[in-house]
């Protein structure tokens, strides 16, 4: 399609657009609104071995790798996560979803990042996967340099991560992009001829007058003629003996 064309195509639909634009953009600020909770984010982080290498028992850094990897692969295993189903009454699926670990390269602190729609069930969630995971380490297998680092309350913070600016946004760069293929649609499928340019371009020849077809006189101007009385009119015709012509 050449762009011209195009250009041409969404000039011409421009309220198909607007509409389908605006309908979008109702739904989503309506679905964000009412029907979408809004989401929290909780962070806890846990220390992998003594930061102060001269009181690390993990001095070698192959030693320090292995126990940093398997943290992060303990902090999302059954033995962790089945004792925190058990505390909040989910399962091990939906809390396996919420939970994110992170870890930067060449860092020994390991994020819990867990995400849900109370803040205050994401920072309990959080605070105990992390203190299970320092505890189960030391039990398990005897794992000392170890430990969470919290705040001066105590408690990790949440904050919330989804905005309604962002959906808002989003809503409306989609219902233009549907508006804008939904008018193309519209024009693809449409086979009707409602310009003489339309016939001059697709037969290739000079279209020199249009006849309006569709065009409503006013009930004002309408005049009523008459009717003729054909019946006296044929007897006429008859009796001079000429020949009747409709």
Same mark, same amino acid.
């Given at each position: 399609?050449?762009?011209?064309?195009?250009?041409? !195509? /969404?000039?011409?639909?421009?309220?198909?657009?607007?509409?389908?634009?605006?309908?979008?953009?109702?739904?989503?600020?309506? #679905? *964000?609104?009412?029907?979408?909770?809004?989401?929290?984010?909780?962070?806890?982080?846990?220390?992998?071995?003594?930061? %102060?290498?001269?009181?690390?028992?993990?001095?070698?850094?192959?030693?320090?790798?292995? /126990?940093?990897?398997?943290?992060?692969?303990?902090?999302?295993?059954?033995?962790?996560? %089945?004792?925190?189903?058990?505390?909040?009454?989910?399962?091990?699926?939906?809390?396996?979803? =919420? $939970?994110?670990? =992170?870890?930067?390269?060449? *860092? =020994?602190?390991?994020?819990? $990042?867990?995400?849900?729609? *109370?803040?205050?069930?994401?920072?309990?969630?959080?605070?105990?996967?992390?203190?299970?995971?320092?505890?189960?380490?030391?039990?398990?297998?005897?794992?000392?340099? !170890?430990?969470?680092?919290?705040? *001066?309350?105590?408690?990790?913070?949440?904050?919330?991560?989804?905005?309604?600016? $962002? %959906?808002?946004?989003?809503?409306?760069?989609? #219902?233009? /992009?549907? #508006?804008?293929?939904?008018?193309?649609?519209?024009?693809?499928?449409?086979?009707?001829?409602?310009?003489?340019? =339309? !016939?001059?371009?697709?037969?290739? !020849?000079?279209?020199?007058?249009?006849?309006?077809?569709?065009?409503?006189?006013?009930?004002?101007?309408? $005049?009523?003629?008459?009717?003729?009385?054909?019946?006296?009119?044929?007897?006429?015709?008859?009796?001079?003996?000429?020949?009747?012509?409709?």
């Amino acid at each position: 399609m050449e762009i011209k064309t195009f250009l041409s !195509i /969404l000039k011409k639909r421009i309220l198909t657009i607007i509409f389908v634009s605006l309908s979008i953009l109702i739904l989503v600020i309506s #679905g *964000s609104y009412f029907f979408v909770k809004p989401t929290y984010q909780s962070m806890e982080n846990i220390v992998v071995g003594q930061l %102060n290498k001269e009181n690390s028992e993990y001095r070698e850094t192959r030693e320090l790798s292995m /126990l940093l990897a398997s943290t992060i692969d303990f902090i999302k295993s059954p033995s962790v996560l %089945n004792a925190a189903s058990e505390e909040f009454n989910s399962t091990y699926e939906e809390l396996s979803d =919420q $939970v994110v670990v =992170q870890n930067t390269m060449d *860092s =020994q602190i390991v994020s819990v $990042v867990v995400r849900d729609d *109370s803040p205050e069930e994401a920072k309990k969630i959080a605070k105990f996967i992390a203190v299970t995971t320092e505890k189960k380490m030391a039990d398990l297998f005897d794992v000392k340099d !170890i430990s969470v680092l919290s705040d *001066s309350v105590g408690n990790p913070s949440a904050q919330r991560v989804d905005h309604m600016l $962002v %959906n808002i946004g989003l809503g409306l760069v989609v #219902g233009i /992009l549907v #508006g804008i293929g939904t008018a193309v649609m519209r024009e693809h499928f449409d086979d009707s001829v409602k310009s003489s340019e =339309q !016939i001059e371009k697709k037969l290739g !020849i000079k279209v020199y007058g249009t006849v309006h077809l569709k065009k409503k006189v006013p009930k004002k101007k309408l $005049v009523l003629e008459p009717p003729i009385e054909t019946t006296d009119y044929v007897r006429a015709e008859n009796k001079k003996g000429g020949e009747m012509r409709v």
